[in-house]
């Protein structure tokens, strides 16, 4: 073969590239014309009967000199790749995604600017047990400067046998001494046919991990006109998470903040392990605020603030940490509550370190 004949040859396969490159983009763009249609029709993406037909077709009149099995790899490998870019399209028309909207969301609670740039925390018990326990907290609270407490009224526990919460009642605690402190009551709801029982007593619906994709739960919170604050479920992905949230916004709620709790893995050193890097990959992906839960995530007192300094550093608009007057008798969760005076001196090192950023 000479040099002449070689190089027309290989003229005519970059010509021939150059075709298959125009037909594949094609082929792309059908896909997510596609892909949208299905979406309007609520048809799941991928259609496996629909993939066989496709492959059978192309082997039938397939005539070499690739073997039937190598069509059908390279195939497979174009409609997976066209299978992702109707993905994609999903996610840029999410509701919380950043794209949809570019601008970071501001939540006003009683007057406090959820998401404004500056950091809120909040604090207060695992449980709420009694009138006291939950008034000494807030006292010390209210003199560390913060708005928000917390106070799980309903505790979905891993054994069925573990305090389960005083139900409406601790509602009704948590409500009174927020409003003698003038404090913003944080509280979780487990169960749907709940949530508007709750609202009378509560500024801010929370949505712990083991129901963060309880369905119904999530749509419930989105048809009232109360902020969600929203924990991603111990071994749930951000993708899964996002789309969480996405439940609450496409039901009409948008006030809803984004709670990074820790994610169950093989390290036994901590409760869970802290997925730090999730911070500001949310924070790129929506425009939500986002926290991060420094108790449930570490399950260690002694790692609950230079957890809160990494979360604030790498982007988070606050934290969030469990105090108890006496850690010891806690009806749950004793090893990781802070008592007042440590809570105090957590407080006044993390606004010291903010004020150094």
Same mark, same amino acid.
């Given at each position: ?17 150059? =075709?298959?490159? /125009?037909?594949?983009? &094609?082929? @792309? *763009?059908?896909?997510? %014309?596609? +892909? ?92 709420? =047990?009694?009138? /006291?326990?939950?008034? &000494?907290? @807030? *006292?010390?609270?209210? %003199?560390? +400067? ?99 949230? &996405? ?111």
């Amino acid at each position: 073969m000479s040099q002449n004949e070689l190089e027309q040859l290989r003229q005519n396969l970059d010509r021939i590239n150059m =075709e298959l490159l /125009d037909l594949i983009n &094609e082929r @792309a *763009k059908t896909a997510q %014309q596609i +892909g949208k249609v299905k979406n309007k029709q609520s048809i799941k993406r991928f259609d496996p009967v629909r993939e066989r037909s496709m492959l059978d077709e192309l082997t039938q009149k397939n005539d070499g000199p690739f073997e039937n099995s190598t069509i059908e790899h390279i195939f497979k490998e174009i409609f997976k790749a066209s299978l992702e870019l109707q993905v994609d399209d999903h996610r840029k028309a999410l509701l919380v995604s950043r794209k949809m909207k570019p601008e970071d969301t501001v939540i006003d609670i009683k007057g406090e600017k959820f998401g404004d740039g500056n950091t809120h925390h909040i604090f207060g018990p695992c449980s709420v =047990e009694s009138y /006291d326990q939950v008034a &000494e907290v @807030a *006292k010390a609270v209210k %003199q560390n +400067g913060n708005k928000f407490l917390r106070g799980g009224a309903f505790k979905p526990r891993t054994s069925p046998y573990d305090f389960q919460g005083l139900g409406l009642e601790g509602l009704q605690i948590l409500k009174k001494v927020a409003d003698e402190y003038d404090l913003a009551v944080v509280s979780e709801i487990v169960n749907p046919a709940d949530v508007e029982k709750a609202l009378d007593y509560i500024d801010v619906i929370q949505i712990g991990a083991r129901n963060m994709q309880n369905f119904e739960l999530l749509k419930a919170a989105g048809e009232v006109d109360k902020p969600v604050l929203l924990k991603r479920g111990m071994s749930a992905t951000i993708s899964e998470f996002i789309n969480a949230a &996405e439940y609450i916004i496409s039901r009409g709620n948008g006030n809803i903040i984004l709670c990074e709790r820790g994610i169950r893995t093989y390290e036994k050193a901590t409760r869970n392990t802290l997925d730090i890097s999730a911070v500001p990959i949310l924070k790129q992906e929506t425009h939500l605020p986002v926290m991060v839960d420094v108790t449930h995530s570490t399950g260690r007192r002694d790692l609950l603030l230079p957890a809160a300094k990494a979360a604030l550093a790498i982007g988070a608009d606050g934290v969030m940490a469990e105090v108890h007057p006496d850690p010891a008798v806690a009806l749950s969760d004793a090893a990781q509550q802070m008592d007042i005076p440590t809570f105090h001196s957590f407080v006044d090192e993390l606004e010291t370190f903010s004020n150094r950023k």
